[in-house]
């Protein structure tokens, strides 16, 4: 028998409910990665017997109540978190066509065939439809993976332009629709009193065949010339969709009249989870919560959290860090078993390795900005945010009777959507804005490795904003956000990008972007964590990786974001780039400043570096020191 037990040995899952404590006969419990508890398990409340008696002593009492809850630190990923924001959210994910729906049943491929390009099931392909940009993916052939252009589609069949490879694939095999490539001269962006249309200029096409819905986000464009406008490329939100167009708002970019001639434009788009308005689309999900706890003689222990309904999640968004998302849930009861009892029954799929977001390049775009119906590009109210966090609370309560130790149910309070930023004040607008209750509009774009997530909060109001003014210091405004149901009839909404082009990117300095060519452009694409992106030919500085350490029983490391330390120097130097922007003190070239860690620094290597003799600016993005060349 051990003397004790090591965190490093305890690992999380979960499972969903197929009603209240009672799992279906066959769960699957999916893998968590915590970085950390805040609570997990039962909270007994005992009562003393205290009679009056000469002994003065008191008896021994009894149990009256428990109060089971759950609540852990984990690092944001492309999809470790989508199944879970379902139960967060209480609604249903809005999934474009794919062959692995999160809430139906799969479809199996059951082969790839070179004659004639086709991926081939038995049935359930016909959802997918002609111009649909479907990726590929859990093929054994590389070639037989990736993103195809659908020329043809079929119960049994979906055939693609690009050459596939003879293959019988597993069952990890699966096509999603990630976008759409309209015919060539077919789509026109036309704006007409400040409404942004992509409009059919020729053919039949039915733009609500798409799928897309009021809310949700869209990219446009893509890395090749012919599938991209010249001047209108980048995120937006779809407003309305028509037969004939789509309406945007909130675009990246400041709209202008443009023909797509010659061009077979391309959009992406993605999975939409949000708080849903109709009744009849909410949807309350319980869990059970599997904490093993390592072994005993006879087995894995472990503890279990049943009836545990999803009641606050944070976002959490530092400086020069992770993201990361708190989660809590507000249980029915919680269960011991030894290792004699052995875990519960279920399939248990492993951890897919997957990079988290940093704060640091790894975001697109985060823009707070006044509610405008006249302007689809708004001014952002601030460049820069120093930090942020987002909540989202249902004010879950048990619900508990005599008779029951715990809770017999769960209650569903209002869904709130708060949280707190500080930002770097500029102008007195944003001053104005808190105290005239102005409707404000707040979302952020996170791209990493071809796949994107957007969180958007379409209406919102601030409060606070009293100035911190600190010597030698930046002047701070603290502001609170309360958010609110917009006319799209959610508060919240998330938009699960699992394949952006290139060009959607900004975790390198030196992305092909053109939106990062010009200060102004990047002014209006909205404020950006405040890291080191660049590094001028009197400078250099160290990219620290900020390792991911959860608390599993695989006792790795995770893949690392990028933190940055810059090093003093004689002056102040201020450089801005959109996605990856820097306001720190650099240090001094001269050989009098280098230290003999420096020296050491200046021989290791540094990968995808660029040198313009033009700017005299040395840009890296490279997990070691720089040096100039």
Not at 96 to 101: A, D, E, G, I, L
Not at 311 to 329: C, M, W
Not at 338 to 360: V, Y
């Amino acid at each position: 028998m051990s003397l004790k037990i090591d965190s490093n040995v305890t690992g999380l899952r979960y499972a969903e409910e197929e009603s209240l404590r009672t799992l279906p006969s066959s769960p699957v419990w999916y893998p968590l990665e915590p970085n950390s508890y805040s609570d997990f398990g039962g909270k007994l409340a005992t009562v003393a017997r205290n009679p009056i008696q000469q002994s003065r002593q008191r008896k021994k009492g009894t149990i009256t109540d428990l109060d089971a809850s759950g609540g852990f630190n984990q690092d944001l990923t492309q999809d470790n978190l989508v199944r879970l924001l379902q139960g967060f959210l209480f609604a249903d994910a809005r999934e474009k066509p794919t062959t692995q729906p999160l809430n139906d049943t799969a479809i199996a491929i059951t082969g790839v065939t070179t004659a004639d390009d086709r991926y081939a099931a038995a049935s359930g392909l016909d959802d997918f439809i002609v111009g649909h940009l479907v990726k590929a993916s859990g093929f054994e052939l590389p070639g037989n993976n990736g993103l195809k252009v659908v020329d043809e589609a079929a119960a049994t069949y979906v055939g693609v332009e690009e050459n596939l490879t003879d293959e019988t694939p597993s069952t990890d095999a699966k096509l999603e629709a990630v976008g759409y490539q309209f015919d060539e001269d077919t789509l026109d962006v036309d704006i007409t009193s400040g409404v942004v249309l992509l409009k059919r200029a020729s053919g039949s096409f039915d733009f609500t065949d798409l799928g897309l819905i009021p809310g949700e986000w869209i990219y446009l464009g893509a890395d090749a010339d012919v599938n991209k406008f010249a001047n209108n490329a980048g995120f937006a939100r779809v407003k309305a969709v028509e037969t004939d167009s789509i309406e945007l708002d909130k675009t990246d970019w400041t709209a202008a009249n443009e023909t797509g001639t010659d061009k077979k434009v391309r959009i992406f788009f993605g999975t939409v989870i949000k708080n849903e308005s109709d009744f009849d689309l909410v949807k309350r999900r319980t869990y059970q919560l599997e904490r093993a706890l390592g072994d005993d003689d006879d087995g894995t222990m472990s503890e279990y959290l049943t009836g545990a309904c999803p009641n606050e999640l944070t976002i959490n968004i530092p400086q020069a860090s992770k993201v990361t998302f708190d989660l809590t849930f507000a249980a029915c009861d919680n269960e011991q078993r030894s290792g004699d009892d052995d875990l519960k029954d279920g399939d248990r799929p492993d951890l897919t390795p997957s990079d988290p977001f940093n704060t640091t390049s790894d975001f697109s775009r985060i823009k707070l900005a006044s509610v405008s119906d006249s302007e689809s590009n708004p001014t952002p109210m601030f460049a820069f945010a120093t930090e942020f966090t987002l909540s989202v609370k249902n004010n879950i309560t048990p619900a508990k009777a005599i008779g029951t130790l715990g809770a017999f149910d769960t209650s569903i309070g209002t869904f709130e959507v708060g949280g707190n930023m500080t930002a770097y004040f500029a102008d007195v607008a944003a001053l104005q804005a808190v105290r005239n209750n102005a409707s404000v509009t707040l979302d952020m774009a996170m791209v990493k490795q071809n796949a994107g997530i957007v969180i958007d909060v379409p209406l919102l109001i601030l409060g606070n904003g009293r100035l911190s003014v600190e010597q030698d210091k930046p002047i701070t405004m603290p502001l609170e956000i309360s958010a609110a149901e917009s006319a799209y009839h959610h508060t919240l909404l998330f938009n699960f990008f699992n394949y952006l082009p290139t060009m959607a990117g900004s975790g390198c300095p030196f992305t092909s972007n053109s939106r990062r060519t010009s200060e102004s452009s990047r002014a209006a694409s909205g404020w950006s964590m405040v890291t080191a992106a660049t590094v001028s030919q009197s400078a250099f500085s160290l990219l620290v990786p900020a390792g991911r350490i959860p608390v599993t029983s695989r006792r790795s490391r995770r893949s690392s974001s990028l933190s940055v330390v810059s090093f003093r120097t004689r002056r102040w130097r201020t450089t801005r780039r959109t996605g990856c922007s820097s306001r720190s003190m650099l240090s001094p070239w001269s050989s009098a400043g280098r230290t003999s860690r420096t020296k050491r620094a200046l021989r290791s290597r540094s990968t995808r570096t660029t040198w313009s003799s033009s700017s005299r600016t040395f840009r890296t993005c490279s997990r070691t020191f720089v040096s100039r060349p």
